[in-house]
């Protein structure tokens, strides 16, 4: 394939999450523009309407309007947050906030990935959850009138940090948190303290919150998504020839983790700033394609990286060597278990690829890809093997494309545009 153009990827997944939920707990109307309409976006919307917010509907292009209140209502059914963990961990933080009862469940998916490292230290704060001791959605989660909270994580991770947060927010509380190793997306705490509230670190790592500011309605405009952006970094790079501009991307630091990899990996890449969005960085890409050299993945380095290493992995099957992706065993519970299926399928496409402890070791060749990939309807395997379809002579045959949708509508027609034509994405 041959890319060419320049071309906008749909708005920032965590950071629509987030500003809708801040949204609904303004009083008064926000509107945000670019914000992500895909599948989970809208499980979050959902949710809010039924707590009493207006949302009007999320289409692409069309600017979406809120309006807040500073209480949310009981609900009157269960709240369905489909595919999304974040909308249920966030989700959770912000109810147990309120003085009522509402049941959380989500998808088959959802219902699998554990809910303990949230429900856990709401709990110590004073939430109550039905079944108590359950780590599955789905659940009752009581909230009402909460405590402070001193709570270090069991793993480095941004929905955790965010729940905890935004339960601090809700009962007016302040929240103090260490993660372990390596720095999730700092996207609440940057929100938070764009609203006045305290949020600082101290010289030990430790986040303290203080509830200190107050929200107000807002109208801001949401950065393209990076972790959609490395989908179509990744098919430029794989590309004969051309360059490719993607516009207006995040490149918030605790996001771009991938960059910094593919640029050991010997990946031509630069990064145009433009400014900011939401109190975020933004730049263009302009990505070349040209051989890519295997590199090691430090343990520090996952959080920074989470959502990309699919595509990385992916990458990793063309490059010249053996790369490893150090302390990976989070991979297991996300919206599959990634690390299992990235291992199989990429052994299923021709590549040599495998699971050592907690590692994903993936050795790098020059056979054209062909064989049949099974996502378990996570979107971002799905993307990942299409962006591994798009090298010459490839034969990929990908489960569901359809869920893509989740984060990234129209992604094989945006993955097919970005070519010369000569061939399709993953069919
Ligand atoms: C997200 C955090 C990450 C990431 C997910 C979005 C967020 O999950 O995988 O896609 O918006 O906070 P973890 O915090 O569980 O690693």
């Not at 490292?117 to 004073?126: A, H, I, N």
């Not at 302040?174 to 940057?190: A, I, N």
């Not at 295997?294 to 595509?311: C, F, K, N, R, S």
Request: hydrophobic share 45%; net charge positive; aromatic share 4%.
């Amino acid at each position: 394939m041959i890319v060419r153009g320049s071309v906008t990827v749909p708005g920032d997944k965590s950071l629509t999450h987030r500003l809708l939920l801040l949204a609904g707990l303004a009083p008064g109307r926000s509107r945000l523009r670019g914000a992500l309409t895909s599948l989970d976006a809208r499980a979050t919307a959902a949710v809010l309407r039924a707590l009493g917010v207006a949302v009007s509907p999320l289409r692409p292009g069309r600017e979406v309007q809120i309006v807040g209140r500073r209480r949310f209502r009981q609900p009157g059914a269960t709240l369905n947050c489909g595919n999304s963990g974040t909308t249920a961990r966030l989700g959770l933080g912000v109810l147990a906030g309120h003085p009522f009862s509402s049941r959380v469940t989500g998808d088959a998916s959802l219902r699998r990935r554990p809910m303990r490292r949230v429900t856990e230290p709401l709990s110590r704060m004073g939430a109550r959850f039905e079944p108590a001791d359950a780590d599955r959605l789905p659940l009752l989660v009581r909230g009402g009138v909460l405590g402070p909270l001193t709570w270090e994580l069991p793993v480095s991770s941004a929905q955790i940090k965010g729940c905890l947060f935004f339960a601090g927010l809700a009962a007016g509380r302040p929240v103090s948190l260490r993660e372990p190793s390596g720095r999730s997306r700092d996207h609440t705490e940057r929100l938070f303290r764009s609203f006045g509230y305290s949020v600082v670190e101290d010289a030990r790592g430790w986040l303290h919150f203080e509830p200190t500011g107050a929200l107000v309605p807002f109208d801001l405009e949401v950065p393209g998504d990076p972790s959609s952006a490395a989908f179509l970094v990744g098919a430029a790079l794989l590309a004969e020839a051309g360059t490719l501009r993607i516009q207006a991307v995040g490149v918030n630091p605790t996001r771009t983790g991938f960059l910094r990899v593919l640029e050991r990996m010997g990946a031509r890449i630069m990064v145009e700033p433009r400014g900011e969005r939401s109190g975020e960085p933004i730049g263009d890409l302009m990505v070349e394609p040209g051989p890519l050299g295997a590199t090691e993945v430090a343990a520090e380095e996952i959080p920074g990286l989470i959502d990309e290493i699919p595509l990385l992995a992916v990458l990793a099957s063309r490059a010249e060597g053996i790369t490893r992706f150090r302390e990976v065993g989070e991979l297991r519970v996300k919206e599959s278990d990634r690390l299992g299926l990235l291992a199989s399928n990429l052994r299923a496409v021709g590549a040599n690829a495998a699971v050592e402890g907690e590692a994903l070791v993936v050795e790098g060749g020059t056979r054209p890809p062909a064989g049949r990939v099974r996502t378990d309807a996570d979107h971002r395997i799905a993307m990942a093997f299409a962006v591994l379809g798009t090298v010459r002579g490839a034969r990929v045959r990908v489960d569901n494309m359809a869920c893509a949708a989740v984060s990234f509508p129209g992604f094989a027609e945006v993955l097919r545009g970005i070519g010369d034509g000569r061939r399709g994405a993953a069919r």
